[in-house]
C-alpha cells in the first residue's frame, strides 16, 4: 500500500502565500490573549470554545507545530450545514495535535478530542500520542487514551494522519449524523493488557435515516479491527464502505503477542435490524506476516439475532488469514444479502475457517444474490471451502471440485470461478485511487503474488500530468522519507518499489518527528 502525490496528511512543498488566506489563526505558542488575527493568533482551545471560538463559514488556520494536550480537549463551535468550521493545517505547514504520555494525560481513559459542536471539519492535521509503555495490564479492554471522537452533527474528516493512539483512533458515534471518514491514514493504533491486544483504527455508529460515509482511508496495523461497527445497545445503518485500503491487524511487538485474529472491517449489531449498509471497492489484506500481524479474517457481518434488510458487499479483493468473509445471523431475515463480483483469496486454514461463510437460515427466494465471484485457495489440503445455513441446517461443502459444484447448485454462483492447488494465486493487479478532495493526491495498492517483481508500474495519468514532480511513501511507514520520487511524464506511469520493509508499531512512539518540507 502507498500514497502518491503530496506528503501524507497533506503535507507537500512549501505553498507560498503572498497574504494570509481568510479565516482564523491559531497556533501551539500562542499566549493566551489573542483575537484570532494572523498577527495575534488564539490557542487551539480558544478557536475550539463555543459561542466565543471559531464562527459558522471560518477556516481556522493552524500554524505549523505540536499541539500538546494533556487531557481531552472539546471542540464546542457550531458550524451549520450550509456554513461549516474547518480546522486545517495552514498552507505549507503540518500542525500536529499531540497528547502526553499515559501517566501525564488525565484521565487516561479519556479520548484526545471530542468534537461535540455542529457540522465542524477536520482537515490535514497530525494526531497521536506518547506513550511510556504499551503494555497496560490494569486497564480495562476498551481502555481509553485515543484519538478524535465525534458527537456533532455533520462530522468529517479529511486527509488527516492518526497513529499511535490507544483504544481507537476515530470514534464516529451515532450523533454525528452524515458524517464522513475521507482520505485518511490510520495505523498503529492499541495497546495491550497482559498479551491481549486492544485497539481500533475506527469505531462507527449510524442510524436511518442518516448516512456515514468512510472512503479513499489507509487503515492498517490496529491491534484489533481495522473498522469496527459493533454494538449491543445502538444501530448501524447506511454505512458505505468504499475503496479503502485495508493492512493486517493484530499488532503485537516487543515479545508481547497479539492472541486474537482481527478482522480488517466487523459489522455487528446485536439488537436491532441492519439496514443499507454496502462495502464496494475496497481492498483488504489481513494475513500473518509472521512478524507483527498476526492476520485473520479480511470480513466479517454479524446481524445478531435481528437479521438485516439489506447488505451490498461488491466488488472487494480480500485475502485472509482464516474466513475471508462471514456473513451470518442467528435468526430468519428477509432482507437481500448481494455478494458479486468480489475476489476472495483464502491463505491458511485456523479452525472454523472457510472462504466464505453465510449463516443465513431463511432461503426464501431472493435472500441471496451471489455471483461473478473468484474464489482462490492456496492449499492443496483438501477443506471446507464454503457454508450455509439454511433452514436451521448448517451445510459445510469441501474446498474442492465436486464441493464447489455441490455449493454453486445451493448459492447460485453461475458465472463464479473457484480455484485451488498448493501454487495457486489470483492475478496481480494494482489500483489507484484519486482523492476527490485534493488534486494530485491518491492511495495506490498493488498486488504482486504471481510476477514478485522488484518494481511495478502503475499509470497515474488520471492523478497527475507531464512534469509535475511527485512523492511516493510507504503507508506503513509514512514518516521516513519518500521512497520515491520523481517527475511525471503521461503514460509512462511510475515503477512502485516492491521490496521495502513493513514497519511494526514500536514498544514505546514518542511521534513522528515530522518536519516541513522544503
Not at 489573542?34 to 478557536?47: K, N, V, Y
Not at 478530542?113 to 497530525?126: A, K, P, Q, S, T
Request: charged share 15%.
Amino acid at each position: 500500500m502507498r500514497t502518491l502525490g503530496r506528503r501524507p496528511g497533506g503535507r507537500g512543498p512549501k505553498v507560498l502565500v503572498a497574504a494570509p488566506p481568510a479565516g482564523k489563526f491559531v497556533a501551539s505558542d500562542a499566549s493566551g490573549s489573542g483575537d484570532g488575527t494572523f498577527g495575534s493568533p488564539w490557542t487551539l482551545a480558544q478557536a475550539a470554545a463555543v459561542s466565543t471560538g471559531a464562527q459558522p463559514g471560518d477556516t481556522v488556520w493552524m500554524r505549523n507545530g505540536t499541539y500538546t494536550l494533556n487531557a481531552i480537549l472539546n471542540i464546542a463551535c457550531d458550524g451549520t450545514s450550509g456554513s461549516r468550521i474547518t480546522f486545517r493545517s495552514y498552507p505549507g505547514e503540518w500542525a500536529k495535535i499531540k497528547g502526553s504520555n499515559e501517566n501525564t494525560f488525565s484521565p487516561v481513559t479519556n479520548m484526545l478530542i471530542d468534537v461535540v459542536g455542529d457540522y465542524v471539519n477536520l482537515v490535514d492535521l497530525e494526531f497521536y500520542h506518547d506513550w511510556v509503555s504499551r503494555l497496560q495490564p490494569t486497564w480495562t479492554p476498551d481502555g481509553g487514551f485515543g484519538g478524535v471522537d465525534a458527537h456533532g452533527p455533520g462530522f468529517q474528516i479529511r486527509n488527516c494522519v492518526l497513529h499511535d493512539l490507544g483504544a481507537v483512533a476515530i470514534g464516529h458515534w451515532v450523533q454525528a449524523q452524515t458524517g464522513e471518514i475521507y482520505g485518511c491514514l490510520i495505523l498503529d493504533n492499541g495497546h495491550h493488557a497482559n498479551d491481549t491486544p486492544h485497539g481500533l483504527g475506527t469505531y462507527c455508529q449510524n442510524q436511518t435515516p442518516y448516512t456515514r460515509s468512510m472512503k479513499h482511508n489507509i487503515s492498517m496495523h490496529n491491534f484489533i479491527e481495522g473498522v469496527s461497527s459493533k454494538t449491543a445497545a445502538g444501530y448501524v445503518d447506511n454505512f458505505t464502505i468504499e475503496e479503502n485500503i485495508f493492512g493486517p491487524n493484530v499488532a503485537h511487538y516487543d515479545g508481547h503477542l497479539g492472541t486474537a485474529s482481527g478482522g480488517s472491517v466487523l459489522i455487528y449489531d446485536i439488537t436491532n435490524v441492519m439496514n443499507g449498509n454496502s462495502m464496494i471497492g475496497n481492498v483488504c489484506w489481513n494475513v500473518d506476516d509472521g512478524n507483527y500481524f498476526n492476520g485473520g479474517p479480511a470480513f466479517q457481518h454479524y446481524y445478531g439475532d435481528t437479521g438485516f434488510a439489506s447488505f451490498t458487499f461488491n466488488n472487494n479483493w480480500c485475502a485472509g488469514d482464516g474466513t475471508t468473509a462471514i456473513f451470518s445471523t442467528a435468526e430468519d431475515v428477509s432482507g437481500t444479502l448481494t455478494v458479486n463480483g468480489n475476489t476472495m483469496w483464502l491463505f491458511n486454514i485456523p479452525g472454523g475457517s472457510r472462504l466464505l461463510i453465510e449463516e443465513a437460515p431463511d432461503g426464501t427466494p431472493g435472500i441471496r444474490a451471489y455471483d461473478n465471484n473468484d474464489y482462490y485457495w492456496s492449499n492443496a489440503s483438501v477443506f471446507y471451502g464454503w457454508r450455509l445455513r439454511i433452514a436451521e441446517v448448517a451445510t459445510d461443502y469441501t474446498i474442492n471440485a465436486a464441493g464447489w459444484t455441490d455449493y454453486r447448485a445451493v448459492a447460485g454462483e453461475a458465472t463464479s470461478t473457484f480455484t485451488a492447488g498448493a501454487a495457486v494465486k489470483p492475478p496481480d493487479q494494482t489500483w489507484l485511487f484519486a482523492n476527490a478532495r485534493e488534486t494530485g493526491r491518491a492511495n495506490i495498492a498493488v498486488v504482486n503474488a504471481t510476477a514478485l517483481a522488484s518494481t511495478v508500474n502503475v499509470n497515474c495519468d488520471s492523478v497527475l500530468s507531464t512534469g509535475q514532480s511527485w512523492w511516493l511513501y510507504n503507508a506503513s511507514n509514512p514518516f521516513n522519507g519518500a521512497i520515491a520520487s520523481g517527475t511525471y511524464t503521461s503514460g509512462a506511469g511510475i515503477n512502485v518499489p516492491m521490496t521495502v520493509a513493513v514497519a511494526g508499531p514500536s514498544a514505546t512512539p514518542i511521534g513522528t518527528g515530522i518536519t516541513v518540507a522544503p
